[in-house]
């Protein structure tokens, strides 16, 4: 019996090992002492009298968690930090060429994503030809329009293939959503400028990024896949982008304010090369970028989500506060009910970007509350854009985009009704976090189900207006 529980315990601590290995601040070295005071911690609590099992579990305890340690040993290696940002894998002192051929790898990814994006130049397509996008033709951003997330993403998920060693299975179960997409949206008759066209641009990026989810997830696509850990990476790689698009903003304006002031004319090649090969690039970079970072920085999702989600408590609970005092409703005019729309996908994004960041086994805590608050009132704005969208289908009709805008709120309205009453079990001590957590993992395929209908459906069933 004594001997299957010690099994069982050096079982624990060899995965408690390869955990901290995984972590690239932590070397075999630094694992190694931190094993022989693991080790020591357990004999001193066991000649107190505490079984393997406690003893072990409490050693760890008093260890401190993965996180810590990882932030522990960052501050006392700074001189090594930038190279552990710059270089993914490995510890620093069993450094070789291999890392260094992972990291031109990453950039020859970002080369080809680039390349395959502009390929359609090659044919006479290319809406980014000129001095700005207007001077192409409708043909030209049409075709982009339908299929720029299909010549940006499939060089993704060979970057997820090859940093997952994917199998040949999985890369062609994920290949299949990519090219029944490829085939419908040119297919379709479509006018340029048609609803159903910006319905298709809007929707089939959604799709095929979580196609690449299970993609980044090594193949899971399951209900029991780590969909959270996707979550969390979607939020990292939305947030990096960002800052690295607003910093490549400046860096092109300043370029072509530098060659204007010697008489050189560099606006054609910045809207035409820079800029859409450099977003497109981006895209792969900041995925290994958030990965890397992943590993020795702390994740900046608790930050973020502490933050914001008051805010966008506060605001929503003045807006609702606004139309009781002035018994005015949500106009439903179109511009308003886009906005609103928006507003509501943003605020069931934080949410699930903050249920990613947060320690499913810690109890409820204020900010729990807060984010409550958050939920409710979202639903709330939910309730009133639907109605100002039912009258407004019922003084006009209906049309690809209201039908669209209406199904989105019927979607969001799922999740923003099970969650809240989650949210308020939780919040009262009556079900623990996880199963929230569990609910929004299990509703993301409803997201993409939507997109996948509005891609594939609203077309043909509106005449391909």
Same mark, same amino acid.
Not at 186 to 205: K, Y
Not at 386 to 412: D, F, K, Y
């Given at each position: 019996?004594?001997?299957?529980?010690?099994?069982?315990?050096?079982?624990?601590?060899?995965?408690?090992?390869?955990?901290?290995?995984?972590?690239?601040?932590?070397?075999?070295?630094?694992?190694?002492?931190?094993?022989?005071?693991?080790?020591?911690?357990?004999?001193?609590? &066991?000649?107190?009298?505490?079984?393997?099992?406690?003893?072990?579990?409490?050693?760890?305890?008093?260890? &401190?968690?993965?996180?810590?340690?990882?932030?522990?040993?960052?501050?006392?290696?700074?001189?090594?930090?930038?190279?552990?940002?710059?270089?993914?894998?490995?510890?620093?002192?069993?450094?070789?060429?291999?890392?260094?051929?992972?990291?031109?790898?990453?950039?020859?990814?970002?080369?080809?994503?680039?390349?395959?994006?502009?390929?359609?130049?090659?044919? &006479?397509?290319?809406?980014?030809?000129? /001095?700005?996008?207007?001077?192409?033709?409708?043909?030209?951003?049409?075709?982009?329009? @339908?299929?720029?997330? *299909?010549?940006?993403?499939?060089?993704?998920?060979?970057?997820?293939? !090859?940093?997952?060693?994917?199998?040949?299975?999985?890369?062609?179960?994920?290949?299949?959503?990519?090219?029944?997409?490829?085939?419908? +949206?040119?297919?379709?008759?479509?006018?340029?400028?048609?609803?159903?066209?910006?319905?298709?641009?809007?929707?089939?990026?959604?799709?095929?990024?979580?196609?690449?989810?299970?993609?980044?997830?090594?193949?899971?696509?399951?209900?029991?896949?780590?969909?959270?850990?996707?979550?969390?990476?979607?939020?990292?790689?939305?947030?990096?982008?960002?800052?690295?698009?607003?910093?490549?903003?400046?860096?092109?304006?300043?370029?072509?304010?530098?060659?204007?002031?010697?008489?050189?004319?560099?606006?054609?090649?910045?809207?035409?090369?820079?800029?859409?090969?450099?977003?497109?690039?981006?895209?792969?970079?900041?995925? !290994?970028?958030?990965?890397?970072?992943?590993?020795?920085?702390?994740?900046?999702?608790?930050?973020?989500?502490?933050?914001?989600?008051?805010?966008?408590?506060?605001?929503? +609970?003045?807006?609702?506060?606004?139309?009781?005092?002035?018994?005015?409703?949500?106009?439903?005019?179109?511009?308003?009910?886009?906005?609103?729309?928006? *507003?509501? +996908?943003?605020? +069931? &994004?934080?949410?699930?970007?903050?249920?990613?960041? @947060?320690?499913? /086994?810690?109890?409820?805590?204020?900010?729990?509350?807060?984010?409550?608050?958050?939920?409710?009132?979202?639903?709330?704005?939910?309730?009133?854009?639907?109605?100002?969208?039912?009258?407004?289908?019922?003084?006009?009709?209906?049309?690809?985009?209201?039908?669209?805008?209406?199904? *989105?709120?019927?979607? *969001?309205?799922?999740?923003?009704?099970?969650?809240? !009453?989650?949210?308020?079990?939780?919040?009262?001590?009556?079900?623990?976090?996880?199963?929230?957590?569990?609910?929004?993992?299990?509703?993301?395929?409803?997201?993409?189900?939507?997109?996948?209908?509005?891609?594939?459906?609203?077309?043909?069933?509106?005449?391909?207006?």
């Amino acid at each position: 019996m004594e001997s299957a529980m010690d099994t069982g315990i050096e079982a624990q601590i060899r995965e408690w090992r390869t955990y901290l290995l995984r972590r690239r601040t932590i070397d075999s070295l630094d694992v190694d002492e931190l094993e022989d005071h693991l080790r020591s911690e357990m004999s001193e609590l &066991g000649a107190v009298g505490l079984s393997r099992d406690e003893s072990f579990l409490v050693a760890l305890k008093r260890i &401190g968690g993965v996180n810590e340690l990882s932030r522990e040993f960052a501050r006392e290696r700074s001189s090594r930090l930038w190279k552990q940002l710059v270089l993914a894998g490995g510890s620093v002192r069993d450094r070789s060429g291999s890392e260094y051929a992972g990291l031109f790898l990453t950039i020859g990814f970002a080369v080809v994503a680039a390349l395959v994006f502009k390929l359609p130049a090659a044919f &006479g397509v290319d809406p980014f030809e000129g /001095e700005a996008p207007a001077g192409a033709t409708d043909g030209d951003v049409s075709f982009y329009l @339908r299929n720029a997330a *299909l010549l940006a993403l499939p060089v993704l998920i060979a970057f997820f293939a !090859w940093k997952r060693e994917l199998s040949v299975r999985v890369v062609a179960g994920v290949s299949v959503p990519f090219i029944a997409a490829a085939i419908l +949206v040119n297919a379709f008759p479509l006018d340029a400028g048609a609803d159903s066209e910006t319905l298709i641009a809007i929707h089939t990026p959604i799709v095929l990024w979580l196609t690449a989810g299970v993609a980044y997830l090594g193949g899971a696509w399951r209900a029991e896949a780590p969909r959270m850990n996707f979550v969390r990476f979607t939020g990292e790689w939305f947030i990096y982008y960002t800052l690295i698009a607003f910093g490549g903003g400046v860096l092109c304006a300043i370029t072509v304010g530098m060659f204007k002031a010697i008489d050189i004319d560099a606006t054609p090649f910045i809207t035409s090369w820079v800029l859409p090969c450099g977003a497109v690039g981006a895209v792969i970079v900041v995925a !290994w970028l958030v990965e890397a970072k992943q590993s020795v920085i702390e994740n900046m999702a608790p930050v973020l989500t502490h933050v914001f989600t008051p805010l966008f408590a506060l605001m929503l +609970v003045a807006a609702i506060l606004g139309m009781a005092v002035t018994s005015s409703l949500v106009d439903p005019e179109r511009d308003v009910l886009i906005v609103l729309d928006v *507003l509501l +996908v943003l605020v +069931v &994004g934080l949410v699930l970007y903050s249920i990613s960041a @947060r320690d499913s /086994e810690a109890k409820a805590t204020l900010m729990d509350a807060v984010q409550l608050v958050l939920v409710l009132g979202a639903l709330a704005i939910d309730l009133l854009a639907l109605a100002s969208m039912l009258s407004r289908i019922t003084e006009l009709g209906w049309t690809a985009n209201r039908t669209a805008g209406l199904g *989105l709120n019927l979607v *969001l309205l799922g999740n923003l009704v099970w969650s809240a !009453w989650l949210l308020w079990r939780f919040v009262r001590g009556k079900c623990n976090f996880v199963v929230l957590e569990r609910w929004q993992t299990r509703y993301i395929p409803v997201y993409a189900l939507w997109a996948a209908v509005v891609v594939a459906a609203f077309p043909p069933l509106f005449g391909f207006e």
